[in-house]
């Protein structure tokens, strides 16, 4: 007896189960979308797709009269610039951290507790702390992003470490290897992949602080242009504003999966994603 959770849908399946929610989103809305525009052309709220197609061709490929730039790649632009930024220093930082905490007892005991507490701290909770010590440029953005993810990297590569086999490190030292070179040896090339996979699970939250950084102190940016026209009720820019993001995201986070499958091919042999 062939059970559910024993079958595997193929390829052209798995594809097109995986389109169908998305198919039906669109129908959904495009169906509303017709019903409250034959009741009142003039309504806002949920635009029709010729008319987001329209302000998104006017955002992409015609100069701002105002500042000259084309907005949506200026906007894009500022953002990436600010999460590249965040994401990066919080990796590097989550990285040594995690080691350090995972690798050295006595560090563990002293930096874990900190490190625990500063994870359960809410970001936006101290935005505006943030925002008085480092002003309202790019600093006080910055440094919001990696407030947010470095502690969840950094207790993710802990564990990673801590969940060694333990007869690496013992045969490592049993060969001769000191507490450095069992670091930059044995765990540090063990730690590249998972520290992708912890990048890609902090995106999200990643995305979150920098919209949220944007929408109270910017003067370009996604998270800024999305809040600026919040007050017309601009949904035909608002919607697709809000897809794009998630395109940059999902892209983000497939070209991160797909180094960690490139350049670390005996981590993804054990089945991990």
Same mark, same amino acid.
């Given at each position: 007896m062939?059970?559910? /959770?024993?079958?595997?849908p193929g390829k052209g399946s798995a594809l097109l189960i995986g389109a169908l929610p998305f198919i039906l989103l669109l129908v959904i809305y495009l169906v509303s979308s017709a019903i409250r525009l034959? !009741?009142?052309?003039?309504?806002?709220?949920?635009?029709?797709?010729?008319?987001?197609?329209?302000?998104?061709?006017?955002?992409?490929?015609? !100069?701002?009269?105002?500042?000259?730039?084309?907005?949506?790649?200026?906007?894009?632009? !500022?953002?990436?610039?600010?999460?590249g930024l965040g994401v990066g220093l919080s990796a590097l930082l989550g990285l040594f951290v995690g080691i350090a905490v995972g690798t050295i007892p006595y560090i563990r005991s002293g930096a874990g507790p900190l490190l625990s507490a500063f994870s359960l701290i809410p970001p936006l909770a101290i935005l505006p702390v943030l925002f008085i010590i480092f002003g309202?440029?790019?600093? *006080?953005?910055?440094?919001? /992003?990696?407030?947010? /993810?470095?502690?969840?990297? *950094?207790r993710d590569i802990a564990l990673r470490v801590t969940e060694l086999?333990?007869?690496q490190i013992i045969?490592?030292?049993t060969l001769g290897a000191s507490s450095w070179?069992?670091?930059l040896r044995v765990i540090?090339?063990?730690?590249?992949?998972?520290l992708i996979d912890s990048v890609r699970l902090s995106l999200g939250a990643a995305w979150l602080f920098l919209i949220a950084a944007e929408a109270i102190a910017a003067t370009n940016g996604l998270g800024y242009r999305i809040f600026l026209v919040r007050r017309y009720l *601009?949904?035909?820019?608002? /919607?697709?504003?809000?897809?794009?993001?998630t395109f940059l995201a999902y892209l983000m986070d497939y070209l991160l999966r797909l180094l960690s499958q490139k350049a670390f091919r005996w981590y993804h042999a054990g089945g991990n994603n």
């Open positions: 062939r059970r559910l /959770i024993n079958q595997n034959e !009741a009142n052309p003039s309504d806002k709220l949920l635009p029709s797709l010729q008319s987001m197609v329209e302000t998104m061709h006017y955002y992409a490929f015609q !100069a701002d009269r105002r500042t000259g730039e084309f907005l949506l790649w200026a906007d894009t632009l !500022a953002s990436l610039e600010r999460l309202l440029g790019e600093t *006080a953005k910055v440094v919001l /992003i990696v407030f947010g /993810i470095a502690p969840f990297i *950094a086999p333990r007869e045969k490592a030292q070179l069992l670091v540090l090339p063990q730690m590249w992949p998972r *601009a949904m035909d820019v608002i /919607i697709p504003y809000v897809l794009w993001i």
